[in-house]
């Protein structure tokens, strides 16, 4: 009988030990959750700074306010938590509200003054995050704006930034 309970003890205590897999963070996304960068073209056109925070390893969410207009999105990354992933593909959507000057070029409008415009922003990129957080961000995207003049035209954006 003290065979079997010995026996009973390793067999349990062996379990304990060994059958519990922890999963070892490696991927900075789900060590780094909350950052800022700098936008080149981007949602809001020309030069704008953006806050993002990603709730998951997948999913990310930003806002970011520019020279002509602000702006906010979700972003889904294809990347694991177990996988250091320092570069991972990307897709989403950004909504956003621009002015621009009517410039008489074709997109300001000529409604006098200021246009004003509800912009939408698809972009697909890749992003490089190190272990410490820094990040740079290379995207193309279709930027849709509507108003008095709407338009639909590729984009882009090159994104540089920190998360912490």
């Not at 415009?117 to 995207?141: K, R, W």
């Amino acid at each position: 009988m003290r065979k079997y309970f010995l026996l009973l003890i390793v067999f349990l205590s062996s379990h304990l030990f060994y059958g519990q897999k922890d999963s070892i963070v490696l991927n900075p996304r789900c060590i780094h959750k909350t950052g800022y960068d700098f936008n080149l073209l981007g949602p809001s056109p020309f030069l704008s700074f953006s806050m993002n925070h990603f709730i998951n390893e997948k999913i990310n969410l930003e806002a970011g306010l520019g020279v002509v207009g602000a702006y906010g999105g979700i972003h889904f990354f294809s990347s694991k938590k177990e996988k250091k992933s320092l570069f991972a593909p990307y897709t989403g959507i950004n909504l956003g509200y621009m002015t621009l000057p009517d410039i008489e070029v074709g997109i300001g409008g000529s409604s006098g003054g200021w246009g004003k415009f509800m912009t939408f922003y698809i972009p697909a990129g890749v992003q490089l995050m190190t272990m410490n957080g820094f990040h740079l961000s290379i995207e193309g995207a279709i930027f849709a704006f509507t108003g008095y003049n709407s338009k639909v035209m590729p984009w882009g954006s090159l994104k540089i930034g920190q998360n912490f």
